[in-house]
């Protein structure tokens, strides 16, 4: 029995040295979707913790929750003092003063418009035609829709960029003065500033305010996909995929929407058969099951 913990033991350290040196992914390449990164800015010590979500269920990516299918039955959940070890045990007793958020990207295809529309009815509806491929955009917390920007796909694109905030962050993750590339990672101040407020500073045209859309403490955020399928001038959709939520004794879970997000052009219809019976129905670019 003695021989057989040391074997289990021996595993579970192989497969956390293994899990350490898996590089994150920054979605700038079509076909791969990025990674998902939660974070922590902890105002005391300024210090970073960053957790790829995968870590705590293998495979999540990007892709796993712009299908809207991640979190809806039984939910998700991760014990970041379990997952973190020693890397998050100086983070434990400042849960009050976390400023914390979840973001992903993924680039969106210009040369075959291959993840461009999941509905299949718009101008690139031909083109699309995996309903289970990983549509581009920004995954985002926010507090609310207002927090993010209507506007044009080319901001969306940029900011998925290698070189846009998001894009950024990962690839600042990927640097040596970052994650050295681990999925789970506690990272210095930079000058004095946080590696979270250096480097994850703002969404830009995305979000609304000055910095990404970001939680203080224990609470509750909303997690929201933002794209714009038909690549026009300020139509984006925003979609409500679910919610994260960050408890006291620092369990982050994750409950997914009932059901998957219905069309824009689903909406557009019924709006326009409700106004033929004699209705009226107030229209909304967020749609949320």
Do not use: C
């Amino acid at each position: 029995m003695k021989n057989l913990n040391k074997l289990a033991a021996a595993v579970a350290l192989s497969l956390a040295a293994g899990s350490a040196s898996a590089a994150w992914i920054d979605g700038t390449t079509v076909g791969t979707p990025s990674s998902v990164a939660f974070q922590i800015d902890d105002s005391v010590t300024k210090q970073t913790f960053v957790l790829d979500l995968a870590v705590g269920h293998a495979g999540l990516n990007y892709a796993s929750f712009q299908n809207g299918t991640e979190g809806v039955a039984a939910g998700l959940s991760w014990d970041l003092g379990a997952l973190g070890g020693s890397l998050f045990s100086g983070f434990a007793s400042h849960t009050a003063n976390f400023k914390w958020s979840v973001v992903a990207s993924y680039q969106g295809d210009n040369t075959t418009g291959s993840n461009l529309d999941k509905s299949g009815t718009g101008t690139f509806g031909s083109i699309f035609t995996d309903p289970n491929n990983a549509q581009w955009g920004i995954l985002s917390t926010a507090h609310a829709p207002t927090d993010l920007v209507q506007q044009g796909s080319s901001f969306i694109f940029a900011e998925a960029e290698s070189t846009g905030k998001v894009g950024n962050w990962f690839n600042r993750l990927n640097a040596p003065n970052g994650a050295n590339e681990a999925p789970v990672a506690s990272i210095n101040p930079i000058n004095g500033t946080s590696f979270y407020n250096t480097y994850l500073n703002s969404l830009a045209q995305v979000g609304n305010g000055a910095g990404a859309p970001s939680f203080n403490g224990p609470d509750s955020a909303d997690f929201y996909w933002i794209t714009n399928a038909e690549l026009d001038i300020n139509n984006n959709q925003i979609v409500k995929l679910g919610a994260f939520t960050l408890s006291a004794n620092n369990i982050l879970s994750y409950q997914g929407v009932s059901e998957v997000p219905v069309p824009a052009a689903v909406w557009l219809f019924g709006s326009a058969l409700l106004g033929m019976l004699g209705f009226t129905r107030r229209g909304s670019k967020v749609i949320a099951a």
